[in-house]
């Protein structure tokens, strides 16, 4: 979020469009999602199964914690694209932090 601040005067604006155009409206598309309940499904499944533990520990803890997110944000009153927003933010500390689990190529 945007933030003009000066003396005691605080304005906190909406989001920013700084940063990377595709990889904001990526994370924005995949926050809707967590609308649905939190599962694996078959063709999930099949594509986790090459992953390591850690990698995988990390996404079901990701897929559990943001799907209660919403509900929680959502049953708060506040409207569904404010929600997803702060959903998209907190998947990519989870996504950075399956960055720190694998080795790069």
Avoid: H
């Amino acid at each position: 979020p945007g933030e003009r601040s000066t003396g005691d005067t605080v304005r906190r604006s909406s989001l920013t469009l700084a940063g990377n155009r595709r990889a904001r409206r990526a994370l924005v598309e995949a926050a809707w999602t967590y609308r649905y309940p939190a599962r694996v499904s078959e063709a999930l499944r099949l594509r986790l199964e090459g992953l390591p533990k850690a990698v995988r520990d990390i996404a079901w803890k990701a897929q559990v914690r943001l799907c209660a997110r919403y509900r929680r944000l959502n049953a708060a009153g506040k409207k569904p694209p404010v929600v997803v927003a702060a959903i998209a933010r907190e998947m990519a500390a989870f996504l950075w932090a399956i960055g720190q689990e694998v080795e790069p190529s």
